[in-house]
């Protein structure tokens, strides 16, 4: 009964202050005039509400089952009017100066530390003053669990929640006598201690880089680094690629064919050394450089398509000739991989973004150097038009 009153209390209270809202920050919502269309409505008794008297019939301002009492310009208004009066509370992810809203200074690690000891130290004395009954263990943890929200890295609110469970569990066993209604909260804190504990671990090993052999670490280096990997995800990701080299015993070999133009693309390659070169309806149209990643919008369009099964067509024929080297890797292995791990889904998606971001631009600059060639050499023509002219008028006189 009790919980029930508090409840209409607060409902009571929540209608109070939009009805004080309304009437402070813009004008009462106001009925539209009645048209002639509006004549046809018929009241619904059950609901208390004039509706159209044909469900899906357009009402005065031109919405479906819109109630009479508010037309569609009005609440556009008072959205409009709830959101701008809102906008100004968004500051942001919380941060921890928020806990010290009168000064706009940046807080420094020591600042932090000293609002965490003040912090800590009031709370342990209101303790003691108000509820002296209360553990010391379950508050610390209340208090580890509100500073964790005030960290925007997700590990160390996975490393505060697995302090707090334990501060929890302690106060349980140790600190109080144990009942039988003890039981549920320490078994849920069980249970999330080594949910976060296995984040932790995943986190650790993504920041873990394996010992790189030279070529690794130049591949590293030249390619992944400026495309946004870290060391611990190069490493997961070495650890899936396959490294392919042609042979030089025949040098007048054709070559081994990484993909041919219009059939289905199923793989991501990277450049390693040798020499790639690029047929377009089957005529030489340039040769890829080392370290450069082959087939990212097709591993776009793979990455984007439902369980990772759409293969974009080749757009070219890549044969890599003799003595060439490089790195490959599937692109079902990839989708795996983004799809088992957020953060390096999202280093992929970057990768594929400053590749094709790099490449445009290369493109763009290779396209103003034959413009330039061009006026060039019809600058050139042209003098050498004006200079025969010229001579052959000097001759005629």
Not at 139 to 155: C, K, M, R, V
Not at 265 to 289: E, H, M, Q, R, Y
């Amino acid at each position: 009964m009790r919980l029930r009153r508090l409840l209409a209390a607060f409902l009571v209270g929540t209608v109070h202050v939009i009805e004080c809202f309304v009437l402070t920050h813009g004008k009462a919502i106001r009925r539209p005039e009645r048209s002639e269309a509006a004549e046809l409505r018929v009241e619904s008794r059950s609901k208390g509400r004039c509706w159209s008297s044909k469900e899906h019939e357009k009402n005065d301002s031109g919405t479906v089952g819109v109630p009479l009492g508010i037309g569609s310009d009005d609440y556009s208004q008072f959205r409009r009017r709830v959101y701008e009066a809102l906008l100004p509370l968004d500051r942001g992810d919380f941060r921890w100066e928020m806990l010290v809203p009168w000064t706009e200074k940046t807080l420094t690690r020591q600042d932090k530390v000293i609002v965490f000891v003040t912090f800590l130290g009031l709370a342990i004395t209101g303790q003691e003053i108000l509820t002296p009954e209360s553990t010391i263990s379950n508050h610390l943890a209340y208090i580890a669990q509100f500073f964790s929200y005030a960290i925007g890295n997700p590990i160390g609110f996975r490393i505060i929640a697995m302090v707090s469970s334990l501060l929890e569990i302690i106060g349980d066993l140790v600190e109080s006598e144990m009942t039988s209604s003890d039981a549920i909260p320490i078994f849920y804190n069980l249970l999330f201690f080594p949910i976060n504990a296995y984040y932790v671990l995943r986190w650790l090993l993504n920041q873990e880089a394996l010992q790189l052999s030279e070529d690794e670490e130049v591949l590293f280096l030249q390619c992944f680094a400026p495309l946004g990997f870290s060391r611990g995800q190069f490493s997961r990701l070495l650890a899936r690629a396959q490294f392919e080299a042609v042979p030089l015993d025949d040098l007048s070999g054709p070559g081994v064919t990484l993909c041919t133009e219009g059939e289905p693309l199923k793989d991501l390659f990277v450049s390693v050394n040798g020499t790639l070169d690029v047929f377009v309806g089957g005529v030489v149209a340039t040769t890829i450089p080392p370290y450069q990643v082959i087939g990212e919008s097709a591993l776009l369009e793979n990455l984007q398509s439902k369980g990772g099964k759409f293969h974009l067509p080749a757009r070219s024929t890549i044969v890599a000739e003799p003595g060439a080297a490089y790195m490959r890797w599937s692109q079902r292995t990839l989708y795996e991989l983004k799809e088992s791990d957020p953060e390096i889904a999202y280093t992929i998606q970057l990768m594929i973004a400053r590749t094709l971001s790099l490449k445009l631009q290369e493109a763009r600059l290779s396209q103003q150097r034959a413009t330039k060639d061009a006026l060039a050499r019809a600058e050139k023509e042209a003098t050498h038009a004006e200079t025969w002219v010229d001579e052959r008028d000097d001759l005629r006189c």
